[in-house]
């Protein structure tokens, strides 16, 4: 006879089938599944979204989320952590708790973890201010959307905000870098280095170290950070 957990098991491995075969990944958003404890273990899940629609607020972000589903799954939702800190109305910047309906009242045994990736890559397509976690970051989108696409992408770049420190997004960094490298002026050969526009891009000495984005245990909410898994 099988458990519920088994049950569960089944129904999660089936998921992940579908999601592989249809290819979940768009050209807003690509995402990886991970099972940090591997095959013996279907009910704990890592998503890593990376967000590569250059036009919202999320642009080169990589945003990894921490899925733990019930043994009474598919008729309870899983629930659901982003580990990366990340500036979002819909998300707490404490605890990582992500607000959507079809995690709470909206869900239904005919979704599935399909739908729970699907919903969260449209939470950074597209944030919205219905479901709030961080009332400042819903606050700023609300009064004026495009300095709160500025002020995101300025955190993404790692740095203090709002007394919390955030870790820059490698590829956000690179991006920047490369905006800077366009805006240099070059000097011709009889022209000094001092006469540049001060545009040009950091020096050695000014290079900003990269990591990976903040990650938040699943357990006691301390920071770590995820070892790759290739």
Not at 3 to 31: G, Y
Request: charged content about 25%; hydrophobic content about 40%.
């Amino acid at each position: 006879m099988y458990m519920r957990s088994d049950l569960a098991a089944l129904r999660v491995r089936k998921d992940v089938n579908e999601l592989a075969k249809a290819k979940f990944t768009c050209a807003q958003a690509r995402t990886r599944v991970e099972f940090p404890d591997g095959a013996n273990n279907m009910l704990k899940l890592i998503f890593t979204i990376s967000i590569m629609d250059l036009s919202g607020p999320f642009a080169n972000g990589d945003f990894t989320f921490f899925v733990d589903i019930p043994k009474t799954y598919p008729f309870h939702a899983p629930s659901v952590r982003c580990l990366t800190r990340v500036w979002h109305p819909n998300i707490d910047i404490a605890t990582g708790e992500v607000m959507m309906p079809i995690l709470g009242k909206d869900w239904r045994p005919v979704l599935s973890i399909n739908t729970v990736l699907l919903g969260l890559q449209l939470i950074f397509l597209e944030p919205g201010i219905d479901y709030v976690l961080n009332p400042a970051a819903a606050e700023q989108l609300h009064r004026n959307p495009e300095q709160f696409k500025k002020e995101v992408q300025h955190i993404l770049c790692g740095g203090r905000f709002y007394g919390v420190d955030f870790l820059a997004h490698p590829r956000q960094l690179e991006m920047r870098r490369q905006s800077w490298g366009l805006r240099v002026k070059r000097p011709r050969d009889d022209e000094s280095s001092s006469e540049w526009d001060g545009m040009s891009s950091p020096s050695a000495s000014d290079a900003v170290g990269i990591e990976a984005p903040v990650l938040m245990d699943c357990t006691d909410g301390s920071a770590w950070k995820r070892p790759r898994i290739e």
